[in-house]
């Protein structure tokens, strides 16, 4: 071979071998780049973190203003019950038997009653039986008890019931029943004798008194009857006069419209209690009930008391404001309240400031 040739063929193993060296250094570059990048087994790279996910904050709603609370309506004042006007009246009620006769007027007191009832008593004469919560008065001429009381006075509740004694089976009645009885035939409290009057017609309360002593007697509560300035509707006609008879007794009331009440006649004259006020209603109240003859309270002159039925129902007639109002009255029991209807079933309303009640028997005339 000649020089030629062999430079040749060396020339071609350097190549090889230069092309070698090429390869490891290459392949010693990765290995190593491959080591650095994971260094060695007991120290391994951590993983790299996930990216970050940003949450928009959220824009916060506005808070709903509170809905004002609304303001309580104003309680209404509790009125008198047994009047429809002023507020409720302090202590007990107390009820009172009164004479209703020329020898007992001007009677005492009677004008400041709540609310009066006209009723039999024997021998065609009448007797007042006045129901006072607002007032308590002296009053005057003070008289006894008749069996038909209790029933008429227990739609009030245990009230008071003063009265100068009673015949017959009256005060047994009277000592069954709720009422809680001051008499003076007892020694009950509060009573006296005016001077000036004869007796029996001259026996005086003081309702003052009574009030303070007598225990366990209710206050004034409802018995049933409705109050109202307006007529609220009722079908009515002119009521200017009230003409009936209680036993063999003329009744009657003449409307006075500047004073908006019924003031009491008798025998054509118009009455005054004993201070000169007018003995005056701004109602009447004519209820119709059915009365017997009671022979367990018998008079020294022989005759029988009358016994006024008030639990039942029956014709009534209500004058007010000039004007009158033909209905009914029903009452199912004796602590039952009175409930007067008009003609279609509504509540006959009384115009405000007490009422006196004539307890008239089933067919007595009435004129208006």
Request: hydrophobic content about 35%; charged content about 15%.
């Amino acid at each position: 071979m000649s020089f030629g040739e062999r430079l040749a063929a060396l020339s071609a193993r350097q190549k090889v071998a230069a092309g070698l060296a090429t390869v490891v250094v290459v392949v010693g570059g990765t290995v190593g780049g491959v080591v650095a990048a994971s260094g060695s087994t007991q120290h391994a790279a951590a993983p790299s973190s996930p990216p970050t996910t940003v949450t928009p904050t959220p824009t916060p709603k506005p808070k709903p203003k509170p809905k004002p609370k609304p303001k309580p309506r104003p309680k209404r004042p509790r009125l008198n019950p047994l009047t429809g006007w002023g507020g409720v009246p302090k202590g007990p009620v107390v009820a009172v038997k009164i004479d209703d006769t020329g020898n007992g007027r001007p009677q005492r007191g009677v004008d400041q009653a709540d609310i009066v009832y006209v009723e039999q008593a024997e021998g065609g004469l009448t007797r007042l039986v006045a129901v006072f919560a607002s007032h308590k008065p002296v009053v005057e001429a003070v008289r006894s008890t008749r069996t038909s009381d209790p029933e008429l006075l227990t739609q009030y509740g245990p009230i008071a019931f003063v009265a100068s004694g009673g015949g017959g089976d009256s005060l047994p009645a009277l000592d069954r029943s709720i009422l809680r009885s001051v008499i003076n035939d007892r020694g009950g409290v509060g009573f006296g004798r005016d001077g000036s009057r004869p007796v029996p017609y001259n026996l005086t309360s003081n309702l003052g008194a009574v009030s303070s002593a007598v225990r366990g007697a209710s206050g004034a509560r409802s018995i049933g009857f409705t109050w109202s300035f307006t007529l609220n509707g009722a079908r009515s006609t002119l009521g200017p006069q009230v003409n009936t008879v209680v036993g063999g007794t003329p009744v009657s009331f003449r409307w006075n419209g500047r004073i908006k009440r019924y003031v009491r006649s008798i025998g054509g004259q118009l009455q005054s209690a004993a201070d000169g006020r007018p003995i005056a209603t701004p109602n009447v109240i004519v209820q119709y009930c059915q009365v017997t003859v009671h022979p367990g309270d018998v008079d020294v002159a022989g005759n029988p008391a009358q016994y006024t039925h008030s639990v039942g129902r029956g014709k009534v007639v209500v004058f007010r404001n000039g004007r009158r109002i033909d209905g009914t009255w029903s009452r199912p029991y004796s602590k039952a309240p009175t409930s007067l209807r008009d003609g279609r079933g509504k509540p006959i309303a009384l115009a405000p400031g007490g009422a006196w009640v004539i307890l008239v028997a089933n067919g007595a005339p009435l004129t208006s």
